[in-house]
């Protein structure tokens, strides 16, 4: 399905303000990572992207750094 960019643009970034407020309105913090793993994941679909793959130390990798 085609969507104009700054239709999918308007979208993600709902979804991630939405979700990050509710997020921190929630008592439960694994709820709350649940939450916003989900929004990203969903984004993440959205805008055509792949999830970040983590390093070792869990941290997200830089961009382009399996490009080195």
């Known amino acids: 399905m085609f969507r104009p960019r700054r ?3 308007q979208g ?3 979804l991630c303000i939405g979700g990050m407020v509710v997020a921190r ?3 439960d913090p694994a709820l ?5 793993d989900a929004c990203m994941s969903v ?4 805008g055509g992207w792949a999830k970040p793959a983590k ?3 869990a ?10």
């Open 7 to 9: 239709t999918t643009a």
């Open 12 to 14: 993600i970034a709902s």
């Open 25 to 27: 309105a929630l008592v």
């Open 32 to 36: 709350a990572d649940e939450l916003r």
């Open 43 to 46: 984004a993440l679909d959205l």
């Open 55 to 57: 390093s070792k130390n």
């Open 59 to 68: 941290k997200s990798k830089p961009a382009g750094a399996s490009l080195r």
